[in-house]
């Protein structure tokens, strides 16, 4: 999805007040998104295998835009 398509989508929603809670959640979603990959991109190598993760893993998921899941 490219940043023009889900900002169409997310302004798409109705002005309603559960088009707000909509737009509200998603946006909520999108700064915890953000805030998990910046946080696992700082893992040690421990902290990484401790969870089973290996860094080319870590550097994909720290890699995708806040708004892909």
Known sequence: ???QNWMGSFFRLTRSS?????RLDMLLT???RSAQRRALSRLDYRMMTDLGLNRAQ???EAAKPFWKE
């Open 30 to 32: 999108w700064i915890e």
């Open 58 to 60: 870590v550097e994909e």
């Open 18 to 22: 559960e088009g707000f809670r909509l």
């Open 1 to 3: 999805m490219t940043a």
